[in-house]
Nanobody
Framework: QVQLVESGGGLVQAGGALRLSCARS????????MGWFRQAPGKEREFVAA????????AYADSVKDRFTISRDNAKITVYLQMNSLKPEDTAVYYC?????????????????WGQGTRVTVSS
C-alpha cells in the first residue's frame, strides 16, 4: 500500500502563492506518476498537474498553466505543487494522487492512491 499525506493548504489573497506538499510512504517503488487534482464546492474533481516519475515529464490543466508548477525532491518521496498568482477560482480541496499503472495520465481513473486532501481558499 501507498500512503499519501498532503500539507500546505490555507487561506491566501488573490495574487498570492502557496506551496502544497505530498509526502508518500509505504510501497512506493512502483509509482509511475504523481498528480494533483482539485474539487471545488459543487463541482466535479478535476485534473491540475501531473508528473511522470521516471522521466519527470509534466502536464498541466490549461487553467493553471504558467501559474502552477509540479516538482519532486531527488528521493522522489515528496511531490510539490507551487501555486502562484492564485485566483478565487482556484479555491478547492486539492488532492495528491499516485498511479502504479500509468506513466502519463491526466485522468483520475488512472490513479489508484489518494491523499485526504488539503483545502485552499483564495479570497478576492
Amino acid at each position: 500500500q501507498v500512503q499519501l499525506v498532503e500539507s500546505g493548504g490555507g487561506l491566501v489573497q488573490a495574487g498570492g502563492a502557496l506551496r502544497l506538499s505530498c509526502a508518500r510512504s509505504g510501497r512506493t517503488f512502483r509509482i509511475y506518476a504523481m498528480g494533483w487534482f482539485r474539487q471545488a464546492p459543487g463541482k466535479e474533481r478535476e485534473f491540475v498537474a501531473a508528473m511522470n516519475m521516471l522521466g519527470a515529464r509534466t502536464a498541466y490543466a490549461d487553467s493553471v498553466k504558467d501559474r502552477f508548477t509540479i516538482s519532486r525532491d531527488n528521493a522522489k518521496i515528496t511531490v510539490y505543487l507551487q501555486m502562484n498568482s492564485l485566483k478565487p477560482e482556484d479555491t478547492a480541496v486539492y488532492y495528491c494522487a499516485a498511479s502504479s499503472t500509468t506513466l502519463d495520465s491526466t485522468g483520475d481513473k488512472d490513479y489508484d492512491y489518494w491523499g485526504q486532501g488539503t483545502r485552499v481558499t483564495v479570497s478576492s
